[in-house]
């Protein structure tokens, strides 16, 4: 009996269809104007009949030569002689069939009007194919995996990559991203006003960065209660008002804590009337903060995950199934050095760990094509020798990159890198910096930013401007939520003066 199911499972072919292969490669040939989309859309591999795989290939490799008519280059056209003689030449026709089998396919179709069905019918059944491939190799996986986890993520890993098309396919031509990327350059001479990343809501950061782009790490880096997870959460909220989505992962605080502070910036509703329940405008500052709420609950696609333990594989799982459920523009973590590799057996160190973390949340941004801020935190070098420079016995004391905490993969990995720079001058004035200490593709700078303290927000000197809010330099420190908090952001200064339409 077992010999018979053997038996039955060697009949079953892979997904495939041999008429829309056919019906494919008769519209490059027939129809000139639609060779170049189709060609565009396939791969070799696509096709299951290897003769076809094999004519396609010439088809390509026509359609990527050019020739001279003219003042102008233009691309060789794909028809039956140009398929025929490029067999021949390459000693393939006879393997693929013949010029007879060539002439057949060319006379496939009486319409290519229908091309698109076709292409589609191809995709749908490589698509499938590979997805029986993947489940072979998952189900050998599963098999000589050293833990349930680790099989796991190889699983969505390659789910994902097929879904989105994003499979090593090797080396290719630049031809076609050179033309891409012109065109990109020649829409922002047109329009060069217009970021073309996701904006922060930092104006001169924007202005710097153009915005915040798909595939870059950015790293924003400080001494603990600096006001990291402020500044990343103000981020987070001007792109979530964007209409984007975002995923927060914080190992330091909960999601209480973070809506929190969010309901405290956006309604200008003191943190520590929030925390105590003590709320001096009473009616008015509940209607503030429902306002908020509402905002928050129907326009702002949040998704948050407190989970103190999470490590790196989690979060691309995580971060995967979101993108593919609702999308995904933006993701935040906070903070690197609170993270787990998950990796038990390692005996390199936690320098090497936190390299192994700082590389996967490279090639997550990478992989899902979305700007990833990760959080960390800096040497107390840095902030004695903020100390120490006050008197002049030392340098400025300015933060620098070798003051990134427990790696120096993070300087490594990280398209931007940014410091939080906070100084006093003893006699209770604070001055805070957003210094741009790496920028891989533009200029590095240094921009005066604002805390206000009260609602838990930094800001800069548009925004001051534009909310009519006033600076005092006298204003002491003081606390600003009335107890100490988890991230010891004591320091409120400037003064913060809401304006009358605040």
């Known amino acids: 009996m077992p010999a018979k199911k053997e038996q039955v499972a060697a009949t079953v072919t892979m997904p495939n269809s041999v008429e829309a292969e056919q019906s494919v490669l008769c519209c490059i040939l027939r129809d000139e104007a639609f060779q170049a989309e189709i060609i565009a859309a396939l791969k070799p591999e696509d096709f ?11 088809m390509r490799e026509i359609n990527s030569e050019t020739h001279r008519s003219g003042d102008e280059n233009r691309a060789n056209t794909v028809n039956i002689a140009s398929v025929i003689d490029h067999l021949r030449r390459n000693g393939q026709l006879a393997a693929v069939g013949d010029i007879d089998y060539i002439t057949r396919l060319n006379d496939f179709l009486p319409s290519t009007a229908n091309y698109d069905e076709y292409l589609s019918i191809v995709l749908r059944a490589s698509k499938m194919r590979q997805l029986i491939r993947i489940c072979s190799d998952v189900t050998q996986k ?25 499979a090593n396919g ?64 103000n981020i987070v909220e001007h792109v979530a008002k964007q209409g984007k989505t975002v ?22 509703v003191p943190l520590e009337y929030i925390k105590s329940g003590q709320l001096p405008g009473g009616a008015s500052d509940l209607t503030k903060l429902r306002v908020a709420q509402e905002t928050i609950c129907s ?8 989970y103190a333990n999470i490590k790196p594989s989690e979060i691309a799982s995580q971060c995967r199934r979101l993108k593919a459920q609702h999308g995904l523009d933006m993701v935040l973590i ?11 057996s390692r005996s390199d160190g936690r320098q090497q760990e936190v390299a192994a973390i700082s590389r996967a949340l490279k090639l997550l941004a990478k992989e899902l ?40 993969a993070i300087e490594q990995d990280a398209d931007i890198v940014m410091f939080i720079h906070k100084e006093s001058d003893g006699g209770g004035n604070t001055k805070y910096s957003l210094i741009i200490a790496k920028h891989r593709n533009g200029e590095t700078g240094n921009i005066p930013i604002f805390w206000l303290g009260k609602i838990v927000r930094f800001v800069d000197e548009e925004y001051l401007m534009q909310h009519g809010i006033r600076v005092t330099s006298e204003q ?13 952001m004591d320091d409120v200064a400037p003064e913060y003066v809401p304006s009358d339409e605040e």
């Open 170 to 233: 090797g080396l290719v031509s630049l031809a076609d991203d050179t033309s891409r990327a012109l065109w990109e350059i020649n829409e922002r001479f047109l329009n060069p006003g217009k970021f073309r990343g996701i904006q922060t809501g930092i104006r001169r950061l924007d202005r710097i960065t153009n915005g915040l782009h798909g595939g870059e790490l950015i790293v924003i880096a400080a001494r603990p209660g600096v006001g990291k997870s402020a500044l990343s959460m």
């Open 299 to 306: 326009s702002m696609r949040l998704y948050g995950n407190d």
């Open 247 to 268: 995923a927060v992962f914080s190992l330091e605080m909960s999601n209480q804590q973070l809506i929190e502070r969010l309901l405290s910036s956006m309604s200008t």
């Open 48 to 58: 299951y009949q290897n003769n076809h795989s094999v004519i396609f290939s010439a």
């Open 369 to 408: 094509n979305v700007p990833v801020i990760a959080l960390s935190q800096l040497k107390r070098d840095a902030e004695i020798r903020n100390i120490k420079g006050k008197d002049g016995s030392t340098g400025g004391g300015e933060p620098v990159l070798s003051d990134l905490r427990e790696s120096g």
């Open 142 to 166: 599963a098999r000589s995996a050293s833990s349930a986890e680790e099989a796991i993520t190889y699983a969505e890993e390659e789910i994902f990559k097929l879904s989105q098309g994003g």
């Open 334 to 344: 906070d903070y690197i050095q609170l993270m787990s590799g998950g990796d038990k």
């Open 476 to 488: 002491p420190a003081e606390q600003s939520n009335g107890e100490p908090p988890q991230d010891e």
